[in-house]
């Protein structure tokens, strides 16, 4: 079922407050660079450093108080574990985070440190279910998918909307895809906010599921997660897949040093920090510069979470 | 001659509309980490990346138009030769930078980027001043100095007045010290717009020359440019240090791995890139918790331009 626009004034008023409405850079070298017109919204300075603080506040403000009261559980080696870590705290929710064993010790330390009670696993889809999936026997707690899970969906299109409120004229916006969660809440955000925006999703040629889902119209998985972009080597799934298929206009692959070129324009240029997988749509426009110049374009900078010691540069 | 409100009221109408009012962020894990209310305004998201287009701006605009038509003539080998370049540029203006032949070609080809004549010689500050004045008698341009100018203090001092214009309850006004000129800019914007807010210097250990005129009563010179800090190794000058002597109220040193652990934690906690002489200042806050603890400080974040492919982290 496609949601409404009442399901996102709704989810906009949930989050109120408790999410950072971020602020929105322009850079005249970037746009000289490009042709384009850039409007970057930074979902970097988003608490927790990244826009998944939204999905993860919308979808444990939309439990009950008894659900509340039992706790969420999420695994994640990324930001979405921290997202519900943070996002819980806040609201006075316990939550458990299950994490696989090598995830490096800085990202395992960032989500005890926001109180959430983490699990170790083996590095395995499976495991990782299986634990979360005990959790939830256990003590009652309330899953929580980092991306196709609709209340998170909707948490995230309000950064679009956020966006689209400022400049209601984009032509275009442009975020990342990985696991769908994103693309899906922001081509909502278009559909209700924008006047006929097109919503382009930016995928690394090596994970390119998405690209090929819609060419396939079912869901794909990727043979490889070896990409730099670490945020996007997961797959749509079936919330989330229906929306993009009807609405996302169209997903532009790019390689792995267009990625992290595009990435150290931006740290130069706009002096500030993105992580690999948030600088894959301003790559993408730049692969395709015809298409985008002179109009009007959004991107999404999805987050900010890079270890500042081990660049890809 | 003390400048008067009046001279800081002419400098912020010169500049406006040629430099960005820059952002002021805050950040709830550095507050938390320090116990002070931080007010970072970011200059590293000023034009050319740093608060010395500000003074460039203000410099150039000041000279007659007969002046200006002979163009104006600068020697540095960092931020303030790109900064008088892109504010020549942008006022019309012939500029002529001249830099030492071993700096790195990055920072001659922005300089040249933005249209400047470079003139190279060799690195020492005789030979800088040897070809500067060779430039100026065969050209006629206006030297332009990058510290030790009346009109580069005065348009550095409208980035405190902005600051203290958002939040003119200030206790405390931090900044950088290296040639003085943006500390003593800022305390006159302290003194005419600030409600009783001090102005304190942070300057490394390695070039504490700020520091010992303060005790000395006069101009002092630093024996060694040995800190990570790049743009804070030069010393006072004539102009500047009457006004930093009778109005700073004190220079906070601070050791080098206290200026990369301050980088660090601006990086990985505010998402924004600072170059190391901009950490100084909120090094010394962290070195000084107690004086700061439960005040409103302000920190000039004074640059970002810095190379992301060699960093002390």
């Keep these: 079922m496609m949601p409404s626009k009442n399901h996102i004034d709704r ?21 000289a ?36 009261a039992s706790g969420v559980v999420t695994h994640s080696s990324g930001n979405f574990g921290q997202a519900v870590a943070l996002a819980a705290k806040n609201l006075g929710v316990t ?15 960032a989500v005890k440190g926001y109180g959430a009670i983490v699990t170790e696993c083996e590095s395995t889809l499976e495991a990782r279910e299986k634990t979360s999936e005990k959790i939830q026997q256990e003590t009652g707690a309330s899953f929580l998918h980092p991306s196709n899970n609709l209340d998170v969906i909707l948490g995230n299109a309000t950064a679009g909307v956020e966006l689209l409120e400022k400049h209601p004229d984009l032509d275009y916006l442009l975020v990342p895809v990985g696991g769908g969660g994103l693309i899906a809440g922001t081509v909502l955000a278009a559909k209700y906010f924008g ?5 382009i999703g930016g995928e690394p040629f090596a994970v390119d599921d998405a690209y090929r889902a819609l060419q396939s119209g079912k869901i794909e998985l990727n043979e490889s997660t070896n990409t730099v972009a670490d945020g996007l080597r997961t797959h749509l799934g079936d919330k989330n897949f229906p929306i993009i298929q009807e609405l996302v206009s169209e997903i532009i692959r790019v390689e792995e040093e267009e990625i992290v070129a595009a990435m150290k324009h931006i740290w130069q240029r706009m002096k500030i920090i993105i992580e690999p997988s948030s600088a894959v749509p301003f790559a993408a426009v730049l692969r395709e510069k015809e298409k985008f110049r002179d109009k009007k374009v959004g991107i999404i900078l999805s987050g900010g979470n890079v270890d500042v010691t081990k660049l890809p540069f």
Excluded: D, W
């Design 195 to 199: 006047h006929n925006c097109k919503v």
């Design 33 to 68: 660079m490009t042709g384009a017109q850039l409007y970057f919204k930074c979902e970097n300075f988003q608490k927790m450093g990244a826009f998944k603080m939204r999905g993860a506040i919308h979808a444990i403000q939309n439990l009950s108080e008894q659900q509340k």
């Design 11 to 31: 989810s906009i008023k949930t989050v109120s407050g408790l999410v950072h409405k971020t602020l929105v850079l322009t850079c005249s070298a970037l746009n």
């Design 95 to 109: 939550a458990y985070v299950v994490m696989p064993e090598n995830a490096p010790s800085v990202k395992k330390e």
